[in-house]
């Protein structure tokens, strides 16, 4: 029972994981209980138990294992981190719970795997399920395979993924288990419910009586779809809709039934099998062989492998040449059928990989459609048909299109019903009407064919093309066709049954069509209806006038105004008896009778009765053609009296206007219209007349018509004005469906004409045409002569940037609906608009018979001067063809091979060629894009720069003509982006970044791409995850957050994490989608700006309009409009401009910039960074500035025209001072701007901007403002590449705002963005820069220098070999100011240089020594004031605290530090620099001002010194946070391999450490500084001691640093206590090391400094955490007993550190923490137990466990074993047993923790000892008193051994010594006895003949004591080489107390003559005097070899004595 009660008070969680099964029970009751009260799905108790979840569900108690699975279940339906654990648990549950004969432990397995699923882990589910089925256990298969159905009944086929479940099925069909096979039909059928025949093809291949099974129970499913019943947590709202469904008992909607069944395609099931490696290998040789019958064999070999349903993707280019060269040439009609069959396997099995090939082979198969033979028929159109499901209509229409006029009518019969069956699988989306429209043509001329069965194949296709698309879109292409055509095309759509039609057209799918289309008397009830409706609906839209209001009326007006329109259209020809009848019924009879009477005034009578009948007659009753045949009665159009023929001509535009005017009608008038066009009378009238005409019978069948018949004339003033009637019209009209190829012909007679005139209109038509279809017109007229094309050319660019007006005429009837489709179509195209439309306009010559086999294996040759003359000869094919069709024959293969060619210089042509075709090919290029366009993009992924930039541009100019949807549709873009090829992805998400954005739809495929985006996000390049991370957005913009953000789910959980934080940063930047272009340039309102704009424009617009696009915004009453008609307007409109710039010109919005340096840190906006500005950030700056510029400034900013820059910097200049505080606040913005402008050519604006920099500068200064990282870093940059601007005033202001600069931003950070500049081409930059850095370092000196003064120099000194002189010259200026800075250790810094280099340099030097001598006098306080105290190179902060003087500073500081101005050879690279860590804005520059002052000032407190050397600096608290990061750096250098580096920075950390007030900056950098200093002591060990080339002093120099630093660090409690158990344990292993190397002895200073290390590791012990420490040591040891690779004393060493630490504990027992030693100690006892520790070589580390053991017992007694909490199975922990014991045995021992000897005493064993035992514990402790390291020690354990055994002689062993030991080994004793009783402690460091250094310090470290700063005399000596018998020095005894110097004063290579300790050995000069006596009186035992020099003489024979005695050590240690 007890061991009952002790688990029952455990917490929940503990008693889940405890040993006793009916604890873990509890546990899992009471989880139960507690998870059903907690409502709070983030509650932290849940995090508890994450990681126990697991044992929950694997318990090996299957009592508890039930209760643990309940437990679980809630858990993962309540916890919100429940996903975290999903694989874990559900393979516990497969393994352990599936396996289970109970049924509710599976019930409950099963549950929880349904629950992941739900909170949507549903792929971790299903791969622990799927690999349980591998189990060999039966019962885990058949529970595995049952949940996977429960699964799928309740979630679906679109939550749980079909395909692996269907891969694994057959296999469980075999299984020798029947309850696996049954279950596995189960599933099976389960599957068939959700996706009926599509598993068929996966299981084909299990038996057939198990076929047979399945078929009977897939038969007695339900016919109704399967639904979801159980949701996600995201789908929530379909639950919610289920649930609605469920209670009203409703059907679900039928459309989501078509989904879901339609989700599975059987292609996606199946596996792909790779087929090109089965081949024969003589299949090429048997193909081409002359026997019929081995082509045979070769050709059935391959049928059979392309009969597999699914191909794995490769290259199937040769093997597809070889197949087309069978079907075209190949004589045998069973090989041709056979190679049909082959080609239409391989294009089912690869679908839309085999687009690729496409194109070569229907125009091959169209050709052999003359076979006759029904089999071949039926191969091939098998063939041609599933290649048509693998590519796209337009990309085959080319082909279609050139085989429809062939002679032969099988070919034009087969490729009708092809195009029938083609439309089949369109819809109306991708059969737009530019497919449309030409494959109409190519049918209704086949509809009039000869031959019946050729006519019948175009009506099915016209049919089908009607059923899909609708009548409405087809009907204006059949505008010729009788009615009797038109009802049989009719007839052939109502027989057409779509894919699908059946199912939509009943039930459900009827009820929504009526739904969305309520004027369903328009529609007939077809599944096409409501699209249709939306059509019309938009077409409606878009037109205006009588017909908008008309159309929506009635159904019934509807229908009549459709019918009336079919008749105008085909109005029949009435004869003039007809006529006359039709004209009498509406005409007076008088009016008829004069029509032809001689007097012209009867004729003049009669035609104002005519107008007078035609303005009161009714639309309906005109007889439009009776009319106009009436007034074209004799005389007709040749009348002689103007007044007459003005008459009638207004007549006919009346007639026009109001009747229903038909082409019939126009056709009869229009030839004396345009006879009387260029009349000079009439001129006006006929024009009015061709305008109405123009609105009744469209525009661009009017202008063809009367341009054919005014150039068929003579006359060239008719031509002329002609031209000028239909330039007008087109504005008027817009360009909607003009076709340009009808009368450019005629424009290009106009151009050639003789007449001025006519050339003159020609041109201002082409002007016109050039608003509407920009460049692509100028390609029409290239072969003109050049000084016509040069007028051409001055036309077009007055045009160029005018936006075309918008139409303000419109064609009254259909013709107005199809411009409004026709711009939809060119939207949805997303090409390149009207552009695309001329591109097909142009003549383009077929180049595929050039295309000859010669020249393809020219370019296919091995030697690459033939590939290269092939691809010559190509390119001037194209060339000279100039436009070319589609049909390249074998080019594009051909190219795709040289794409990949190893000769980068062929790539490089081929890219070129491929340039020349999208130029040549236009828009019939998209059906290249598989084929060729894609090599292209793997050409990106190439290692040279130049190849990928290449590319690039091909890519650009492919796209121009594609448009981006053919490179989105298929998988090859994200083929491509799976190649993990850096720069192919670096490019490829560049470019879609680019591209996305501008799109308005993307294929659904884009979704391909998000997996491999999401790898691009984790890609180990950097350039590749950043252009990652700026394509998201735009990927996220088209397909949204939510499937993205899915997409992620699948990804692994340290990815997921990752990527869904950078999706939330891109959902806040995702672009919006680009609004759809408006029609013809805007609406109305939009006109009349843009005409004032047009009329008054001055001066070729501008350059930001080159394409030539509308672009209304900026004519609209923006800038550019008042420039151009500023003349013009009155003066009082110029005054109210004025006022309006009254105002401020910056707005000061609170925290603006700092909310825009917040965006730009989260990346929300671009950042500044760029190598030439591109759009996109001008547009950002624009955005950004409209919230706090004026916007009259800013449209000045930003105008195209120089001169406004100019002004609106004058303005600037005027506001600088009256706005400072608005400026400052927009500084960046400012800066910004500025930065655009040095990239501008203009001198005028770069001057002016200079003016403005120079003024903003000097008042930033006056403002004490401080530039901030993120306006320095996007602005300085740029104006240094200004400074090598060629102009020498330029360069002259920019180094002064340079100079300037220094003081509004630290000198120390313009240093590294000048040494980037020295990198630049530019020489004069170069040097300039380079000029810049030298002043930089003479006036801030070397701290100016970042990163490292020796990486800086080294880099300047490499310009010092450049081949330009100013360069050179510069660069030796600048060594020469480090020189006057630093000395001689210039040549140390500078490294390496040629002789040449170095000779130049040195006699720079010596030429430069007289200035050098006087530089500091220089340093004049003039030259300082005009600096104006310039700030610290490292200051960051933005304002100068006004309040400080930097005066009071310097006192402050005078009180403790010398001035170094009476010093001037001390290089000020080394006097203290504070400012480095504190931050100050006082410069040390300044400090020469102090020798103002007297020095007695310093000596007044004349006391015992006290540690605070310096005072803080007066804002230092303010700045402590700013200091982290400049520490982090500078730790970050002591390790540096450079050792120069590695001292610089400890010299500057031990000026921070030396200064307690300071030296708190450091806290929280411990740890990260001593990692620094052990990898520095490891690299010295390891690298530096073996490198022979390194000079061993600089080592000696190094570890005295190192050492040096470790004191002072380890001399101040609170920074030591926070040094980590693992970074001890490191940094004693390091110094232990240290200590133990013998190559450190053998040096010279090595003994003093080993010396210092033991000293420091006595400090490291007392001063740090003191469990840290043991626990260090313990570990230390430990590791080193393992491994006997270490020196032999190291784990000698350890141990004695361990006993130091033991003889401590009675002080530090209550600070420690017991349970964590007592932990390691437990590790030590399982690595090395009782018994293996006693067969150690020695029982040493046995004695020093026991003792440490023994000492914590004594000192804590039973309380002990109460601190073996942290140890798990404690009951079988040796420590335990061995605790107990020692608890126990010592029980009657009392009193022994009141007295540390009788406690010491306590340790040792307690039996009796024997002599010999007590001789050799004698003879040890006096042999450690006799050694270097232990004397300490040695003396301790004797006093301690006296205090126990009072009794004991010691006389046998001092009686052999000298007398001088004897009286050491007394004092020794006298000295602990005094420290023990409590006395103030002596040092004894002087008295101890080994040590000239204090071996032990006082661990009273509150009040630090002289003997600090003795010590620190000592190291200060020993470094300067004082204590050396090699170097005598001169001054300066042992005896004087003096602190250690800076380390900085190590890096002089002169003596340190003065430093800041010189004061402190002032202050120190009295200890002198207290410690005399006792320094004379034992002057002969610190007398070692290494104090030879000191001033009291020592008696010769002590001297002897001392000899013998160094000498018995030393044969001791051997």
């Given at each position: ?194 996706i009926r025949d599509a598993v068929r093809p996966s299981l084909q291949n299990i038996t057939a009586v198990q076929l047979k099974e399945l078929e009977e129970e897939w038969v007695k499913l339900p016919t109704s779809p399967a639904k979801q019943t159980r949701f996600l947590r995201s789908q929530q709202d379909l639950k919610a809709k289920f649930e609605q469904q469920s209670a009203q008992g409703e059907d679900s909607d039928g459309e989501d039934v078509e989904d879901t069944v339609a989700a599975v395609d059987p292609y996606e099931l199946l596996e792909a099998v790779e087929i090109l ?1738």
């Open positions: 029972m007890g061991d009952d009660s002790e688990w029952m008070k455990l917490p929940i969680d503990q008693k889940c994981e405890h040993k006793l099964w009916k604890a873990r029970l509890s546990g899992y009751e009471e989880a139960v209980k507690l998870f059903q009260r907690i409502h709070d799905e983030k509650s932290p108790e849940w995090g508890k138990y994450l990681g126990l979840l697991k044992k929950f569900v694997t318990d090996s108690n299957a009592v508890a294992q039930l209760k643990g699975l309940e437990a679980a279940l809630i858990f993962v339906e309540k916890a919100h981190v429940a996903g975290r654990t999903a694989g874990e648990v559900v393979s516990g549950v497969v393994t352990k719970v599936f396996n289970q004969p109970k049924a509710r432990a599976k019930e409950l397995g099963a549950e929880i795997c349904l629950m992941y699923i739900e909170i949507e882990k549903v792929e971790v589910v299903q791969d622990e399920l799927l690999k349980g089925l591998d189990n060999k256990n039966p019962k885990i298969v058949v529970t595995c395979i049952e949940t996977l159905r429960k699964a799928l009944s309740e979630y679906g086929s679109k939550i749980v993924t079909l395909k692996p479940v269907v891969k694994i099925l057959p296999k469980q069909f075999e299984s020798r288990e029947k309850a696996v096979r049954d279950e596995a039909k189960l599933l099976a059928v389960e599957i068939y419910r959700w490696s089965k081949m024969p290998k003589d299949f090429y040789d048997k193909i081409e062989a002359k026997k019929w019958q081995e082509r045979k064999e070769a050709l059935e070999a391959v049928e059979i492998l392309t009969k597999k349903p699914k191909l794995e993707n490769g290259d199937y280019g040769d093997l597809v040449r070889a197949l087309k060269k069978v079907v075209g040439k190949d004589a045998n009609v069973m090989l041709v059928s056979l190679a049909a069959k082959c080609l239409a396997g391989l294009a089912s099995g690869l679908r839309k990989k085999f687009g690729t090939y496409a194109g070569q082979v229907v125009p091959t198969i169209l050709e052999k459609f003359k076979e006759k033979k029904p089999q071949v028929v039926q191969a091939l159109q098998e063939a041609i048909d599933a290649i048509f499901l693998t590519t796209t209509l337009q990309n085959l229409s080319e082909d279609i299109l050139a085989v429809m006029d062939n002679k032969n009518p099988s070919i034009k019969q087969q490729a009708s019903l092809y195009l029938a069956r083609s439309f089949r699988h369109c819809t109306q989306a991708n059969l737009p009407k530019s497919i449309l429209k030409p494959l109409c043509a190519a049918l209704i001329k086949q509809v009039n064919d000869s031959a019946p069965e050729v006519r019948d194949a175009a009506f099915e296709a016209l049919g089908t093309a009607q059923k899909v698309v609708g009548e409405k879109a087809v009907n204006p292409f059949l505008a010729d066709l009788d009615k009797l055509k038109l009802d049989r095309i009719k007839e052939s759509a109502d027989k057409v049954e779509l894919p699908g039609t059946r199912r939509g057209g009943s039930g459900a799918g009827d009820k929504k069509a009526a739904a969305k289309a309520p004027p369903a008397a328009e529609a007939p009830p077809k599944a096409s209806a409501p699209p249709r409706k939306t059509q019309t609906a938009a077409a409606s839209k878009s037109s205006s006038g009588p017909p908008k209001k008309g159309k929506p009326t009635s159904a019934a007006g509807g229908k009549a105004k459709k019918t009336s329109d079919n008749k105008e259209v085909a109005e029949t020809e009435l004869s003039i008896e007809v006529c006359e009848d039709l004209a009498a019924g509406v005409l007076p009879a008088s009016c008829l009778q004069q029509l032809d009477s001689a007097n012209w005034k009867e004729r003049l009578a009669s035609m104002e009765e005519f107008q007078r009948a035609a303005e009161t007659m009714d639309k309906g009753q005109m007889p439009c053609q009776a009319l106009v045949r009436m007034l074209a009665k004799k005389p007709g159009w040749k009348e002689t009296n103007f007044q007459v023929m003005q008459m009638k001509l207004h007549i006919v535009a009346l007639i026009a206007q109001k009747g229903q005017f038909s082409k019939t009608s126009a056709s009869v008038v229009l030839d004396g219209l345009v006879d009387k066009v260029g009349d000079v009378k009439c001129g006006g009238n006929a024009k009015e007349g061709l305008t109405a005409i123009g609105e009744a019978c469209s525009l661009p069948w009017t202008a063809e018509q009367v341009v054919s018949m005014a150039f068929a004339q003579k006359n060239p003033k008719n031509q002329a004005e002609t031209l000028n009637w239909l330039a007008n019209a087109m504005k008027e009209f817009g360009f909607a469906g003009i076709n340009v190829k009808g009368f450019i012909n005629n424009v290009k007679t106009a151009l050639g004409a003789t007449n001025p005139a006519v050339r003159t209109a020609a041109i201002t038509l082409l002007g016109v045409m050039f608003l509407y279809m920009g460049a692509p017109l100028r390609m029409f007229f290239e072969d003109e002569k050049p000084a016509l094309l040069a007028q051409i050319d001055a036309e077009f660019e007055k045009m160029q940037g005018q936006s075309p007006p918008p139409p303000i005429r419109f064609n009254k009837k259909a013709a107005a609906e199809e411009v409004g489709d026709e711009g939809e179509e060119q939207d949805e195209d997303g090409g390149a608009g009207g552009g695309q439309d001329i591109m097909d306009l142009l003549p383009r010559t077929d180049i595929s018979d050039k295309i000859t086999s010669d020249l393809v294996s020219k370019i296919g040759d091995k030697n690459w001067k033939i590939r290269k003359e092939g691809l010559d000869e190509a390119a001037a094919i194209i060339s000279e063809a100039k436009f070319i069709t589609a049909n390249i024959g074998e080019l594009p293969l051909t190219l795709k091979e040289r794409l990949g060619d190893s000769n980068k210089i062929l790539v490089q042509q081929t890219l070129t060629i491929l340039q020349q075709l999208a130029v040549s090919m236009g828009p019939g290029l998209k059906q290249h894009v598989k084929a060729l366009g894609m090599p292209i993009i793997t050409v990106l992924g190439d290692s040279k720069s130049n190849v990928r930039a290449a590319a690039m541009t091909t890519l650009q100019a492919w796209v121009e003509q594609t448009g981006m949807k053919d490179w989105l549709e298929g998988e090859d873009l994200s083929e491509e982006l799976r190649r993990e090829n850096p720069f192919l992805r670096q490019e490829v998400l560049g470019w879609l970044a680019e591209k996305l954005p501008t799109l308005r739809t993307v294929p659904g495929d884009l979704m391909l791409c998000v997996p491999n985006l999401y790898a691009c996000l984790e890609d180990r390049n950097g350039d590749v995850r950043k252009r990652a991370q700026d394509a998201l957005p735009t990927f996220m913009m088209h397909l949204g957050f939510e499937k993205m953000s899915k997409a992620a789910g699948k990804l692994k959980t340290s990815s997921k994490d990752q990527v869904v934080a950078m999706l939330e940063k891109a959902r806040a930047v995702m672009p919006a989608k680009p609004a759809a272009p408006a029609k013809a340039g805007g609406g109305k309102d939009s006109a009349e700006p843009s005409r004032a704009a047009s009329a008054s424009r001055s001066q070729p617009a501008s350059d930001d309009c080159v394409d030539g696009k509308p672009e209304v915004k900026k004519v609209r009453g923006g800038a550019p409009a008042k420039k151009g008609a500023a003349g013009k307007k009155p003066p009082a409109k110029g005054a109210k401009e004025e006022e309006d710039k009254s105002g401020p010109i910056f707005v000061l919005i609170p925290n603006a910039k700092e909310q825009r340096i917040k965006e730009e840190k989260q990346l929300k906006i671009l950042k500044w960074n760029f190598i030439t500005p591109r759009e996109e950030y001008v547009e950002q700056l624009k955005t950004q500035m409209a919230t706090c510029f004026a916007k009259w400034l800013q449209d000045e900013l930003f105008h195209f025209d120089f001169q406004r820059h100019v002004k609106a910097i004058g303005v600037m200049i005027e506001r600088l001072e009256s706005e400072s505080d608005a400026t400052i606040s927009c500084l960046d913005l400012i800066l910004k701007w500025f930065t655009l402008r040095f990239f501008d050519t203009n001198t005028t604006v770069l001057m002016k901007v200079l003016e403005y920099l120079k003024l903003l500068f000097a008042m930033l200064n006056r403002e004490n403002y401080h530039l901030t990282e993120y306006e320095a870093n996007s602005f300085i940059p740029y104006l240094i590449l200004k400074v090598g601007e060629s102009k020498d005033g330029v360069r002259k202001d920019v180094r002064a705002i340079l100079t300037m600069l220094c003081k509004v931003y630290p000198a120390s950070k313009v240093f590294p963005l000048l040494m980037d500049g020295t990198k630049s081409k530019n020489s004069k930059q170069r040097a300039e820069c380079l000029e810049e850095l030298g002043c930089l370092i003479e006036g801030y000196g070397m701290n100016v220098c970042q990163p490292t003064s020796a990486k800086s120099l080294k880099e300047i000194a490499v310009h010092i070999g450049d081949r330009d002189t100013s360069v050179r010259n510069a660069a030796l200026n600048t060594v020469v100011a480090v020189y006057n800075a630093c000395g001689e250790q210039v040549y140390k810094l500078i490294g390496n240089l040629s002789e040449k280099d170095m000779s130049m340099l040195e006699e720079r030097i010596k030429r430069s020594a007289k200035k050098t001598a006087a530089a500091p006098a220089k340093q004049s306080v003039a030259e300082r004031s005009q600096r104006e105290h310039p700030t610290n190179p490292n200051a960051t902060f933005l304002r100068k605290p006004a309040q400080e003087d930097p005066n009071k500073l310097n006192q402050a500081r005078q009180n403790t530090q010398h001035s170094e101005s009476s010093h001037p050879s001390i290089p000020k690279e080394f006097q203290l620099d504070l400012d480095m860590i504190e931050r100050d804005q006082s410069r040390v520059c300044e400090l020469p001002d102090l020798v103002q002052h007297k020095l007695d000032e310093l000596l007044e407190p004349i006391m015992i010194p006290e540690p605070k050397i310096h005072s803080v600096s007066p804002h230092f608290d303010e700045l402590h946070n700013s200091t982290a990061s400049t520490i982090n750096f500078v730790i970050s250098q002591v390790a540096s391999g450079d050792i120069n580096t590695s001292i610089q920075a400890l010299a500057q950390i031990d000026e921070v450490l030396r200064q307690e007030d300071k030296a708190e900056v450091m806290s929280g950098h411990i740890d990260q500084f001593l990692i620094a200093t052990f990898m520095q002591l490891r690299l010295i060990n390891s690298t530096h001691m073996a490198d022979e080339r390194l000079d061993k002093r600089d080592i000696i120099k190094l570890y005295s640093c190192i050492i040096g630093n470790m004191l002072s660090l380890f001399s101040m409690e609170s920074l030591a206590r926070e040094a980590s158990m693992g970074v001890l344990k490191d940094l004693m292993h390091g110094v232990i090391t240290l200590m133990l190397d013998s190559r450190v002895e053998d040096m010279e200073d090595g003994q003093q400094l080993i010396r210092s290390t033991n000293l420091l590791v006595i400090r490291v012990l007392e001063k740090s955490h003191q469990t840290n420490m043991i626990s260090a040591l313990l570990v230390l040891l430990q590791d080193s007993l393992v491994t006997t690779a270490g020196p032999p004393k190291f784990s000698e060493l350890v141990m004695k550190c361990l006993w130091r630490m033991t003889r401590h504990l009675p002080e530090t027992i209550h600070s420690i923490n017991l349970d964590r030693i007592l932990l390691d100690v437990h590790n030590f006892m399982k690595v090395f137990p009782k018994e293996k520790l006693k067969q150690l070589k020695n029982d040493v580390p046995h004695r020093t466990l026991k003792t440490l053991l023994h000492t914590l017992c004594k000192l804590t007694g039973p309380k002990i074993l109460d601190h073996l909490s942290m140890i798990e199975n404690r009951n079988e922990s040796e420590l335990e047993a061995h605790l107990r014991q020692v608890v126990k045995h010592s029980g009657n021992l009392s009193g022994l923790k009141s007295d540390r000897g009788n406690e010491k005493g306590g340790l040792r064993t307690e039996e009796r000892m024997s002599k010999a035992k007590v001789s050799d514990i004698l003879s040890e402790i006096f042999k450690k008193i006799g050694s270097k390291e232990n004397t300490k020690e040695g003396l301790t354990e004797l006093y301690e051994y006296k205090q126990k055994y009072s009794d004991a002689d010691l006389e046998p062993f001092l009686k052999n010594t000298s007398q001088f030991f004897q009286s050491y080994v007394e004092r020794g004793l006298r000295m602990i006895e005094s420290e023990r009783e409590g006395k103030s402690r002596i040092q004894t460091s002087a008295v101890i003949p080994q040590h000239g250094v204090d071996s032990s310090l006082s661990s009273n470290t509150e009040e630090l004591k002289p003997a600090v700063y003795y010590e620190r005399l000592k190291i200060l000596r020993q470094r300067q080489g004082l204590e050396n018998t090699s170097r005598q020095g001169s001054g300066g005894g042992e005896d004087e107390p003096q602190p250690r110097p800076p380390i900085s004063s190590l890096l002089s290579s002169k003596p340190s003559v003065a430093s800041s300790t010189d004061m402190l050995h002032s202050k120190l000069s009295q200890l002198k005097e207290s410690r005399e006596m006792y320094q004379q009186e034992h002057n002969a035992h610190s007398n070692s070899p290494s104090h030879a020099h000191t001033r009291s003489a020592s008696p010769a024979a002590n001297l002897d004595d001392l000899k013998k005695r160094l000498e018995r050590i030393k044969s001791n240690r051997q």
